[in-house]
């Protein structure tokens, strides 16, 4: 069983930043792609970034040179650093992990920013 948890959601001020964390407990043997989408009010949940095996990444056009995804392979952990946050930026954070054919969601982390 695969448990994702994340961490670091907040409210601030536009122009700041934040970093989220997402961590992958449980019997982990292989992640194939670790992900970072959100959902705002009214709208479908998006992808925000992905980090591929072998170290890929994949950004949002509205992210681009803002966001940036890493991840510790040695903790199963991931990250997303966010910089310049703009208003829209507004949204419930998910973390997706694929581990052994499946997807595995975190509860959600709401990202607040004011203008």
């Known amino acids: 069983q695969v448990r994702v948890v994340e961490s670091g959601g907040g409210l601030v001020q536009a122009g700041g930043s934040l970093r989220l964390s997402c961590a992958a407990l449980g019997s982990i043997f292989s992640i194939n792609a670790m992900g970072w989408y959100r959902q705002a009010p009214g709208k479908q949940r998006e992808l925000v970034a992905n980090?591929?095996?072998?170290?890929?990444?994949n950004y949002a056009d509205s992210v681009k040179g803002r966001f940036t995804i890493s991840r510790d392979n040695a903790k199963n952990t991931f990250y997303l650093q966010m910089n310049s946050l703009k208003p829209e930026d507004t949204a419930v954070y998910y973390c997706n992990v694929h581990h052994g054919g499946y997807n595995y969601w975190g509860q959600g982390t709401q990202v607040t920013v004011s203008s």
């Open positions: 980090i591929i095996n072998g170290g890929t990444t």
